[in-house]
């Protein structure tokens, strides 16, 4: 069974910190991982896509790729409160040319102002 | 870029009615498409996966007789609900890949609400 997982939260910080976020993920095959922000009520939005281990950044966002360790995560620095939203990790399958990718179950983040 | 459609966006039926959900590629050729259901406060649930062209591969425990999907062109899947209960009362969303990459854009979802 191809898993990912994610503390489900809340992860609560203050405004203006740093907050991390984090994933696992079963298949050693994967080569394709994805960070998606999803809003109560709405669909989720691409934040961003990793493919080489080490770090991609981009604007308040860094993703990092570890996968000798299988582990994906997202740092969101000088969070603000409009980023309060359900972060899900997704992953592709390896074994599989099919485009489908495996959601983990989310983390909820709580930017205090 | 990377713009995915859906519409109606909101949808109130009768028990036993069939509803038609669109999800439309703006700006890009899917070759892949992805339908999807969400539960309040659950993670997403795949449904289905379609090519142009071809039919739709399942998900284990989906009805495919009862969740009908369409996948004409290359910017243009359809779901359609059959006999629709209010047990299938849900947020379906569905999302889109072009060729030669897995990125999956989504679109906005459907509210549905079976009565």
């Known amino acids: 069974q191809k898993e990912v997982e994610q503390n489900s939260g809340p992860l609560s910080v203050p405004e203006g910190a740093i907050a991390s976020l984090n994933c696992t993920y079963s298949?050693?095959?994967?080569?394709?991982f994805f960070w998606y922000r999803q809003y109560s009520g709405k669909s989720p939005e691409l934040i961003m896509f990793?493919?080489?281990?080490g770090d991609k950044e981009d604007g308040r966002f860094t993703a990092q790729l570890n996968k000798a360790s299988q582990y994906v995560s997202l740092l969101i620095r000088d969070s603000q409160p409009s980023d309060s939203a359900t972060y899900l990790c997704?992953?592709?399958?390896?074994?599989?040319?099919?485009?489908?990718?495996?959601f983990g179950q989310g983390t909820t983040l709580q930017v205090k102002p | 870029g990377a713009v995915v459609s859906q519409h109606p966006s909101r949808v109130i039926c009768k028990s036993g009615t069939s509803v038609k959900i669109e999800c439309r590629s703006l700006d890009f050729q899917a070759t892949t498409m992805f339908w999807y259901r969400q539960f309040p406060k659950k993670s997403l649930m795949l449904m289905a996966t379609?090519?142009?062209?071809?039919?739709?591969?399942?998900e284990q425990g989906v009805e495919k007789d009862k969740f009908l999907i369409n996948h004409a062109s290359l910017t243009l899947s359809t779901l359609t609900v059959t006999s629709a209960h209010p047990e299938d009362s849900s947020f379906y969303i569905c999302?889109?890949?072009?060729?030669?990459?897995?990125?999956?854009?989504f679109g906005p979802g459907t509210r549905l609400t079976v009565l």
């Open positions: 298949d050693r095959g994967s080569q394709s």
């Open positions: 999302s889109a890949s072009g060729t030669f990459t897995d990125t999956q854009y």
């Open positions: 997704a992953v592709n399958i390896g074994s599989s040319n099919t485009g489908k990718l495996i």
């Open positions: 990793i493919y080489s281990n």
């Open positions: 379609s090519n142009e062209g071809s039919k739709a591969t399942y």
